[in-house]
């Protein structure tokens, strides 16, 4: 069982910079590969990133490539997520998930297996 508290949202300016956090509970951490994920209101939740369970490989949606960069610490039981030259269209609560099948490319959410609460992040314009 793997628990997941997220943390950093809040309000910013269109161009301007967050950084969100995914704390972990569990000594089983490092075994997980990890995903963002965000959920804007009507819309479907969509992927964001997805980091291996080494932090050797990382994926990004088309939508955030070259803007976020996800990362983790597995000494510190915590994955982030560096979002930069925010839009406003990024606005959406962020979600982490933990993901029991540490390789490969996968970008549903379905296929996750823990989450956490999520965090708000709103970009103005």
């Known amino acids: 069982q793997v628990q997941l508290v997220e943390s950093g949202g809040g309000l910013v300016q269109a161009g301007g910079s967050l950084r969100l956090s995914c704390a972990a509970s569990?000594?089983?951490?490092?075994?997980?590969?990890m995903g963002w994920f965000r959920q804007a209101p009507g819309k479907e939740r969509e992927f964001v990133a997805r980091?291996?369970?080494?932090?050797?490989?990382?994926y990004y949606a088309d939508s955030v490539e070259g803007r976020f960069t996800i990362s983790r610490e597995n000494a510190k039981n915590t994955v982030y997520l560096q979002m930069n030259s925010l839009k406003p269209e990024d606005t959406a609560v962020y979600s982490c998930?933990?993901?029991?099948?540490?390789?490969?490319?996968?970008?549903?959410?379905?296929?996750?297996?823990?989450w956490g609460q999520g965090t708000q992040v709103t970009v103005s314009s």
């Open positions: 980091i291996s369970w080494s932090g050797s490989s990382a």
């Open positions: 569990g000594r089983t951490f490092s075994s997980y590969a």
């Open positions: 998930a933990a993901d029991k099948t540490a390789f490969g490319v996968r970008l549903y959410p379905h296929q996750y297996d823990y």
